[in-house]
């Protein structure tokens, strides 16, 4: 059964409350259902696929993923060979990055459900010490899996595209952007969801 974040009325409430124009985006979008992934494996596997890609394109490239190997699982991805995963469409970098992430996972070199108890930043650091995986990717995986409430990314191109139209910037420097992040927290996952909509719609 799919799962999709959770997004409450006491969320929708305090951004609507703090930012005004976000809260007449918010009405006009309606309700958000974006997917997440419990699993927090496979889910990190498949950040690092969409890494500086296209969310078709990473959708094409999973679905080629799990339509050979089936489960994604650390077991899977440890055995799987390097050229196979390269025929799926990925670079020979992403290839590296994630035999490298399931072969320690598989050999438990790294415990990934450690993460659960960890703080955001505890889990940004400890993912950026594999090959691969920076402060997007982890990011993406707590907000897409282990649904944090608090996670507006700056590394996300969408996320700032979205922004910038709301808000009619031209540009958005970090000190901006702390700004709209401290506004929107503590539901800034939520404000990503509505931002990524945002960036592909009309809202001039």
């Known amino acids: ?6 997004i409450t009325d006491e969320a929708l409430l305090y951004l609507k409350k703090k930012d005004k124009k976000l809260g007449v985006a918010i009405d ?7 997917a997440v992934n ?13 890494q500086q890609i296209s969310t078709k394109a990473q959708t094409t490239v999973w679905n080629r993923i799990t339509n050979a190997l089936g489960e994604v699982t650390p077991q899977n991805i440890h055995h799987v060979d390097r050229d196979q995963l390269k025929s799926f469409g990925l670079s020979y970098r992403k290839v590296d990055y994630i035999k490298d992430f399931g072969t320690k996972v598989y050999l438990k ?56 139209k709301l ?18 927290t503590p539901y800034g996952s939520v404000a990503s969801l509505y931002l990524w909509k945002i960036s592909h719609e009309d809202y001039s």
């Open 28 to 34: 006009k979008i309606g309700v958000i259902q974006r």
């Open 109 to 164: 070199q790294f415990d990934l459900e450690a993460l659960i108890n960890m703080s955001d930043e505890e889990v940004c650091k400890e993912l950026s010490s594999l090959k691969g995986i920076g402060n997007w990717t982890a990011e993406m995986l707590m907000l897409f899996s282990m649904q944090r409430e608090n996670i507006l990314s700056f590394g996300d191109l969408a996320i700032i595209r979205g922004m910038c």
């Open 38 to 50: 419990p699993d927090l494996f496979s889910a990190l596997i498949r950040s690092i696929v969409g």
């Open 167 to 184: 808000y009619g910037h031209k540009e958005m420097p970090k000190e901006r952007f702390e700004k709209y992040r401290k506004r929107y």
């Open 1 to 6: 059964m799919q799962s999709f974040f959770t």
